[in-house]
């Protein structure tokens, strides 16, 4: 029986992922790595610095990079992304969302948040959806990312649920591979190519209701 939700946010709650993106477009303009449109769906779900060795071994440049200069790429892209972060408002919401919330809140589904980012918190404010959430779990506190199955297994921990009885929303592949680990239901929101494995997909985050879920489990 599903007694819990734990959800991503990039690409599930907000459009941030395109946020994300133009920010390291940025970034790979400065280091020399030509922006391929696959660098944006690669780049889903992945932390910070391991988002920024992803560019750096795209590019041309086969200059070593200290650990120092690195971490002020990320700093530098961080700095462009919170810019964009501070003109969202309840509108940058994506379709449906609130009122899957709403509806989990009514039938007393509890909801953790399981983001890689740690902007997460900010954004949820931006958003005003913080309340929403009885469970964040802290990406600081983690030993590893996305596709490792420690923050969807941490999420149903902190819900004081088994991995079985919680289901898994994800935009990127890693986190639906991530879900997969953890032994949740997976659902998968965005093109089915990309989101292979998992158990039941969504085009849309319009299409993200209880009634359809339950139609599919
Ligand atoms: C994930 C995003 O949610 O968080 C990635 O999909 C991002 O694009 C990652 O790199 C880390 O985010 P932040 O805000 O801590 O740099
Ligand atoms: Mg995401």
């Not at 931006?126 to 983690?142: C, G, H, M, N, S």
């Not at 997976?186 to 209701?209: E, K, M, Q």
Request: hydrophobic share 40%.
């Amino acid at each position: 029986d599903i007694r819990g939700f734990i959800l991503d946010l990039d690409g599930v709650i907000s459009n941030t992922s395109v946020l994300h993106s133009r920010a390291w477009q940025q970034i790979a303009h400065k280091v020399e790595t030509p922006w391929h449109p696959k660098l944006s769906e690669e780049l889903k779900g992945v932390g910070r610095m391991d988002s920024l060795n992803l560019i750096l071994r795209r590019g041309r440049r086969r200059v070593k990079y200290s650990l120092e200069d690195k971490v002020r790429l990320t700093e530098e892209k961080n700095k462009l992304y919170i810019e964009l972060v501070n003109k969202m408002t309840p509108d940058d919401i994506l379709p449906g969302i609130k009122k899957f919330l709403d509806s989990l809140k009514a039938n007393h589904y509890p909801i953790a948040l399981a983001s890689a980012s740690r902007n997460a918190p900010l954004v949820l404010e931006k958003l005003q959806l913080t309340d929403y959430f009885d469970q964040i779990v802290d990406p600081a506190k983690l030993r590893k990312g996305k596709p490792d199955p420690e923050i969807f297994a941490t999420g149903a921990k902190l819900l004081g649920l088994l991995p079985e009885e919680c289901i898994g929303i994800e935009d990127s592949a890693v986190g639906i591979t991530a879900i997969n680990a953890a032994g949740e239901t997976s659902i998968g929101i965005g093109a089915r190519h990309v989101l292979r494995d998992a158990h039941i997909n969504f085009a849309d985050t319009r299409d993200l209701t209880l009634e359809n879920i339950k139609k599919r489990l």
